[in-house]
């Protein structure tokens, strides 16, 4: 579930993604994250930058920071360092951290704000919340050194064996009100002559029986943004 941006090629992305706490199955995950990719499906280069939650890959259900690359379509690449490619040159390591606050359901929410350049070098790099946390070297992809297109932000969700999909988001279904959704706020890109430009997107729902996804008006406060998620369950059942 998700919005893109497919038009053109971008040499950036950020958005304040807010954050939730979910409690999932060891076999089960949920993500909300940003997508920055390039190159067909076999060769798909994409770096993956935002909050999950993955009991396979942390042994918990806490809400942590996380990344993810592959440079041939998922043959190889990971999450976080658990193999070489991504280079922290941060002080203080935040990949894999769990988030020290959440968003509560009626509250004002609790957001990050990852973001994720292309140097003039070809290097991805990360930001969040405008600390450099470290980056892909670009000789680890064969399409991304020449921009990314598509780019998408939204969540994804890995159901257990069973047919049954985690929830996305917050878990519930997103609502015109802010403190009681999921949502991606002030979502923008990086255009090829790297000026910051509002996100123009397309809207895509994958399985509309578990979730939603609404856009929003653009404000000030808030810039070109959506709302999106839901409980799960047996979709597609």
Known sequence: MDASSFETIY????????????????????????WLENGPIAELNSIQVGWAVHPRVYGDSATRLTIYWTGDGYKTGCYNTECPGFIIIT??????????????????????????????????VLYVDDEIIGYWPGELFTQL????????????????????????????VPIYDYERSSSFLQVKLMNDKYQSIEAETQMGVADSKCF??????????????FSFGGPGGSCGV
């Open 11 to 34: 040499r950036g992305a950020q958005a304040d993604i807010s954050i939730h706490n979910l409690t999932l199955q060891n076999n089960q995950y949920s993500k909300s994250q940003i």
């Open 145 to 172: 050194n020449k921009g990314a297109s598509p780019v998408r932000f939204g969540g994804n969700t890995f159901m257990s064996p069973d047919g049954i999909s985690p929830p996305m988001g917050n878990g519930y």
């Open 91 to 124: 002080r203080k390591p935040s990949i894999g951290s769990i988030f020290k606050q959440s968003s509560v359901y009626g509250d004002k929410p609790v957001t990050f704000t990852p973001q994720v350049i292309q140097s003039f070098f070809g290097n991805w």
């Open 212 to 225: 939603t996804l609404i856009s929003r008006d653009y404000t000030n406060e808030t810039g070109n943004s």
